[in-house]
């Protein structure tokens, strides 16, 4: 079921940019995160105060079909604004390629986490000083797997 309704792009004018050019080029164009060669997906969500569309590229994590969606914000004190979305709404579509398909996430604990969370490390590993500058401001950086519905 596509999220449908107002698509309110990003602030950034970098994520936008990719957000479009990934998907005009069906995924073969704006497929790494910016000077990283770090494939990213294409996440699309409800907005939780606005109810409009968002759309974010992150890192590309993936096992067995399902996709580990990371809320770092590079560590930052605070969630970054996603967040809120998918807590609000855990329907999302990911597209990794030419079309994007529905999925459910749900934010994962303990030993889950730990699994995913390695995964994503190992995809990404300046993820691990993310955590460190998370833990310094009380905040566990929240992960999700993203399932296909």
Not at 6 to 30: F, H, I, K
Request: glycine fraction near 8%.
């Amino acid at each position: 079921m596509p999220i449908e309704g107002e698509y309110e792009p990003s602030q950034l004018e970098w994520v936008r940019d990719q957000v479009e050019a990934y998907e005009a080029s069906g995924g073969t164009e704006a497929n790494t995160l910016r000077d990283t060669g770090i494939p990213v997906i294409i996440v699309t969500m409800r907005g939780a105060s606005s109810g409009k569309v968002r759309k974010i590229a992150l890192m590309r994590v993936e096992h067995d079909g399902a996709y580990c969606l990371v809320a770092s914000y590079g560590g930052a004190p605070k969630h970054p604004a996603w967040y809120a979305n998918l807590v609000a709404d855990p329907m999302v579509m990911i597209q990794d390629g030419p079309e994007p398909h529905d999925y459910r996430v749900r934010e994962v604990s303990g030993d889950e986490r730990a699994e995913w969370w390695e995964r994503a490390v190992n995809v990404f590993s300046p993820y691990a000083e993310y955590e460190v500058s998370a833990a310094e401001h009380d905040r566990i950086i929240p992960v999700f797997v993203a399932e296909r519905v």
